[in-house]
């Protein structure tokens, strides 16, 4: 699996590596939203994870953006926020992201949720259906 963590604080991006390392995966990182868009175009990672502030850009707009384009839709996103509200909420389904999750998240944690979701999405899709109507709780 193809994991690209897309979060502007180095210390963070520190913990999931951690969280992450006996995990077999391809992990790759971003710190802003131009390294990100980067990053997806060449590498199309199977999972972006995506902290809450990006110092040129706004998550939901780079998830909007990776859900747009046609060769990227595929890829399952996942946001990170620190307060979660109903516009959140509306707002992470308006650019269909995967999950919205409150962070962050434990580092122990992150590999089992990563993986489940991936393969919600997945079967979701497998099935006939785009996600939107099976998409994973949010929070």
Same mark, same amino acid.
């Given at each position: 699996?193809?994991?690209?963590i897309?979060?502007?604080?180095?210390d963070? /991006?520190?913990?999931?590596?951690?969280?992450?390392?006996?995990?077999?995966?391809?992990?790759?990182?971003?710190?802003?939203?131009?390294?990100?868009?980067?990053?997806?175009?060449?590498?199309?990672?199977?999972?972006?994870?995506?902290?809450?502030?990006?110092?040129d850009?706004?998550?939901?707009?780079?998830?909007?953006?990776?859900k747009?384009?046609?060769?990227?839709?595929?890829?399952?996103?996942?946001?990170?926020?620190?307060?979660?509200?109903?516009?959140?909420?509306?707002?992470?389904?308006?650019?269909?992201?995967?999950?919205?999750w409150?962070?962050?998240?434990p580092?122990?944690?992150l590999?089992? /949720?990563?993986?489940?979701?991936?393969?919600?999405?997945?079967?979701?899709?497998?099935?006939?259906?785009?996600?939107?109507?099976?998409?994973?709780?949010?929070?």
């Amino acid at each position: 699996m193809r994991l690209l963590i897309v979060e502007q604080n180095p210390d963070m /991006r520190l913990l999931y590596r951690i969280g992450l390392r006996n995990v077999p995966w391809e992990i790759r990182e971003a710190g802003t939203m131009a390294e990100a868009l980067e990053q997806v175009t060449a590498h199309h990672p199977d999972i972006v994870l995506i902290g809450e502030e990006l110092p040129d850009g706004d998550p939901f707009e780079l998830c909007a953006w990776i859900k747009s384009n046609p060769e990227t839709r595929d890829i399952v996103v996942a946001i990170t926020v620190y307060y979660m509200d109903g516009l959140i909420r509306r707002r992470s389904q308006e650019v269909e992201a995967d999950a919205c999750w409150l962070g962050p998240i434990p580092p122990r944690e992150l590999p089992k /949720r990563l993986e489940e979701l991936y393969h919600q999405v997945r079967q979701a899709v497998a099935g006939g259906n785009n996600g939107s109507s099976n998409r994973p709780p949010q929070g």
